[in-house]
Each structure stands twice: as C-alpha cells, then as structure tokens.
C-alpha cells in the first residue's frame, strides 16, 4: 500500500506509528501477521507508488503488475522492494489503539539502505495527488537528536 | 519548542498526533492548559528554530531572544508565530499514550497560512542538526485523499 501517516516515535528501540485505514486490505495482512516492512522510495519510482496506492492487494498482485521486485527480509515474512532506497522490518508491537484510530506502534528490527543511491529525493504526500520532492538538505548548529 | 515527530491522524476533524518529551518545558505547559499551536516555519526562519529547539522556555523568553512576534489566536490562549508560513491552533484530546510514549493526540480547531508565502519551503528535521528542505511538487493521477 502507498502510505502517507507515520512517524517516528522513539529512538531506542526504533519505533514508528503509523495509520493504516481499516478499509486497505493491508489493515486485514497487518492485523493477521503482526509484521510489515515500510518501503521508502524516491521520485524516480514516484508513478508505481501512485499506482500502489490506487489498487487492492485483494485484486491485484502489485509486484507484478508494477515491475517492483521483492526481496528476502531477514527478521520478517513481508519482503523488501529492491527499487526502494530503504526498507525497515518492522513488527507490530502495540495495538492498543488500532480500534480508535487505525494507529500501529512498530518497532524497527532491521533497517536497509541502497548505498549506491547518494542523494535519496523521497517523495511527500500533500495529499490529492500532490508530492513534495526532497529538496536540498542543510545542516545547522543544534543539540536536537 | 522545537518539534520533529508529528503526524496526521484524521481528517475530519483534522487531528494530529504528536510527540513531546517530558523533559521539555512544553511536555508541562502542554499537559496543564491542554491547549497548543502547531507552527510551521520555512527556510528563511531555520536558525531562529534550531535556536529555539537549543534552549528552554523555563529561562528564556524566546519571542523576545530570537525575534519572532507572537500573534493572538483565536481559539486558544497560546499565541501564533507571525514569522511562520502557518499555525494551527490546536486543543488536546486524548492523553490516554502520554503515560507510555509521551504522545498526545491533537485536534486542530483552526488554521491559519499566510497568503504572501506562495512557495513555502518548510524544512523537515532529519536528526542532529540536519534538515531536509522542501523541494519541487510534483502532481500525478492519484485517488489518494
């Protein structure tokens, strides 16, 4: 599924929140397995995540009907997407909020990056079909983590 | 404060999940009015947010020390930034994974952009002092909300 709600919410162990609509068949998979792996593509595949997010896994196989190519995780069942630049094996480790706000807590198992891919421009949705494109990064003096 | 982990949950009411640490001034300030905004600054502004996110508004008026005007809201007390593309005036609604991950559930109760800014280019903390800044936008053929 093409996904557009999530965010980090700890550092150690990584874990991220994110929305899953109820009415994605990815709900049901989620539900039933407890585990995911979170995509991260960039603009140059930015039309087959479009083309993701407009189908069902119900109906369709979406790594054949898109030419995206799955690949072996090491830590959970769902594969990787090669084209993608970074995949995270996630495992779903907290419900307790799925039932009033389609909200998964994950944690982070095992994360993968494409090193050949320098200057990753990730695609975010703004909704209704907009995208902002990753524009350049700037580094500033700051305690943040 | 400055803050990096926040997303979307709903839209109808626009609801937004957010998470502020309980060692911050704002995790306080946030728990005992119930009651924040969301402001959403561009590149122009980076170093008065990184200055901001570097120190605490236990000691520091940080309006008067970066320069930055506050704006009455309409709906809460906590004032808008005028510097910021836009604010959202916020009221918290559900504190039930304050406890567990410091993570309060937001309705957004008005918002506010400023027209003049045509091409906001905000900018998106990608961890110890680097930030992402927004680039192009792109528009494809989506069913996507």
Redesign the interface.
């Known amino acids: 599924m ?1 996904q ?7 550092f150690e162990p990584p874990m991220v ?1 994110s ?1 899953v609509s109820n009415r994605n068949f990815s709900f049901d998979a989620l539900t039933a397995t407890r585990e995911c792996v979170i995509n991260i593509p960039t ?1 140059e595949i ?2 087959k995540v ?1 083309a993701c ?2 189908s069902s896994g119900r109906k369709t196989d979406k790594f054949e009907a898109f030419g995206l190519t799955p690949v072996r995780a090491s830590r959970v069942s769902a594969p990787l997407i090669a084209e993608c630049y970074a995949n995270l094996e996630c495992k779903v480790v907290d419900t ?2 799925v039932n009033r ?1 389609c ?1 998964f ?1 994950l944690e982070v198992v095992k994360a993968w990056i494409d090193p050949a891919k320098k200057h990753p ?25």
Do not use: C, P, Q
């Open positions: 093409a557009s709600w999530h965010m980090m919410i700890e929140a929305i603009v930015a039309e479009v997010g407009n307790r909020e706000y909200l807590i421009r990730t695609i975010h949705h703004m909704g209704k079909g907009t995208f902002m494109v990753a524009g350049e990064t700037i580094k500033l003096r700051s305690r943040m983590k």
